[in-house]
């Protein structure tokens, strides 16, 4: 197996667990946060397919699908165009708000298909290159794509955690 295989089927991983956790609920439960300073399974949705569209896109050089597809207008949330929600104060994340799932499952999904088209189309070669001289060691692209999938995961399970507060309720 190659890398690029595993590394589709983690991210194939997310889209399944962003649809689980996502599928069925009304806008109120996606809303919902459980205290004042938590997050919601908008916000944690909406955030973790900002991240992943906004470092594949960088990584890929292609342009992010949230302007570029017009997700940016559909939200319709005010935040600046570059906004993934790293750094929200509680107020900032109460403002991410959706009227249903299917808003954070096709944006999941659109940003989920240019990752896997990128994905597919990786040598061993390319996962070596450089994508972040920030950082000592430098960042490699397989080594950001791990970071994604890794950080897309730990939120995509905090989701399925508020889901599970929600329904005990």
């Known amino acids: 197996m190659h890398a690029k295989d595993i590394l589709s089927d983690g991210y194939s991983r997310i889209q ?8 069925g609920l009304s806008a109120d439960d ?26 594949i896109a960088d990584a890929s050089g ?9 997700w940016d207008k559909r939200f319709g949330l005010g935040l600046p165009r570059d906004d ?14 959706v009227d249903s799932g299917d808003l954070l499952t096709g ?3 659109a940003v989920h298909e240019q990752t896997l088209d990128f994905v597919r189309g990786l040598t061993a070669k390319d996962l070596e290159r450089i994508v972040d001289e920030r950082w000592d060691p430098p960042v490699s ?12 995961l730990q939120h995509v399970g905090q989701a399925a955690y508020v889901r599970g507060l929600l329904q005990a309720g």
Do not use: M
Not at 30 to 55: E, F, K
Not at 84 to 97: I, L, P
């Open 84 to 97: 993934t929600g790293y750094g929200h104060s509680s107020a900032k994340v109460a403002e991410v708000r």
């Open 107 to 109: 944006y999941y999904d």
């Open 30 to 55: 996606l809303n919902a946060r459980p205290s004042a300073r938590a997050n919601s399974i908008a916000w944690l949705v909406w955030h973790l397919t900002r991240v992943q569209d906004d470092h």
């Open 141 to 152: 692209l397989g080594v950001r794509l791990v970071s994604v999938l890794s950080d897309d």
């Open 62 to 70: 292609l342009d992010q699908v949230w302007p570029a597809q017009g």
């Open 16 to 23: 399944e667990e962003v649809h689980a956790v996502v599928d």
